[in-house]
T-cell receptor
Framework: DTGVSQDPRHKITKRGQNVTFRCDPI?????LYWYRQTLGQGPEFLTY????????KSRLLSDRFSAERPKGSFSTLEIQRTEQGDSAMYLC????????????FGEGSRLTVL | DQQVKQNSPSLSVQEGRISILNCDYT??????FLWYKKYPAEGPTFLIS?????DKNEDGRFTVFLNKSAKHLSLHIVPSQPGDSAVYFC?????????????FGTGTRLTIIP
């Protein structure tokens, strides 16, 4: 399977715990994006990388959130001291620099904070 | 502040007829528009896009129309098929051909009735 893969698919945690999600993009894609989707809403942009450089972060990405893409391949999104409001689907996507603007999304990592 | 709006949460259409999904936007800086389709438990998948310099783009059964003066776009699917039943998201980017920082609408659930 050469699509975008995310791990874990589901995570249930208690409030205050830290969680980390991993995303493996399509191998030839140099751009990687994180989005968050809550019930009844569309995906909301969080951050994106071109190779290993984090080029933009949304104001939605509070200090408790950190994303990395250390070698320009896979990426991790860590949420520290989780809150119930962090419960959402975290979507990763990748793309090339040029093209139709198409993002290739993974299946997402669903976070439930109890 | 919802910059991309899909005012119809759901739509039901008979198989074989035309499905028309609508999207309005408020930010005049948006330059590129995309439609994504999402099945349950899957990430969104790209359908079709249009640049602001065009007013129509066609790909098989899917056509997107853009009316810049009205800040309105629509997706036409004809003929509609049962496999088209999904949630459709409209998205917009501030950059030409750009996929950075997409702003998504809240989605329209399309149900095709056999």
């Amino acid at each position: 399977d050469t699509g975008v893969s995310q791990d874990p698919r589901h995570k249930i945690t208690k409030r205050g715990q830290n969680v980390t999600f991993r995303c493996d993009p399509i191998s030839e894609h140099n751009r990687l994006y994180w989005y968050r989707q809550t019930l009844g809403q569309g995906p909301e942009f969080l951050t994106y990388f071109q190779n290993e450089a984090q080029l933009e972060k949304s104001r939605l990405l509070s200090d408790r959130f950190s994303a990395e893409r250390p070698k320009g391949s896979f990426s991790t999104l860590e949420i520290q001291r989780t809150e119930q409001g962090d419960s959402a689907m975290y979507l990763c996507a990748s793309s090339t620099r040029s093209g139709t603007g198409e993002l290739f999304f993974g299946e997402g990592s669903r976070l439930t904070v109890l | 502040d919802q910059q991309v709006k899909q005012n119809s949460p759901s739509l039901s259409v008979q198989e074989g007829r035309i499905s028309i999904l609508n999207c309005d936007y408020t930010n005049s800086m948006f330059d590129y528009f995309l439609w994504y389709k999402k099945y349950p438990a899957e990430g969104p998948t790209f359908l079709i896009s249009i640049s602001s310099i065009k007013d129509k783009n066609e790909d098989g059964r899917f056509t997107v129309f853009l009316n810049k003066s009205a800040k309105h776009l629509s997706l036409h699917i004809v003929p509609s098929q049962p496999g088209d039943s999904a949630v459709y998201f409209c998205a917009a980017s501030p950059l030409p051909g750009g996929n950075e920082k997409l702003t998504f609408g809240t989605g329209t659930r399309l149900t095709i009735i056999p």
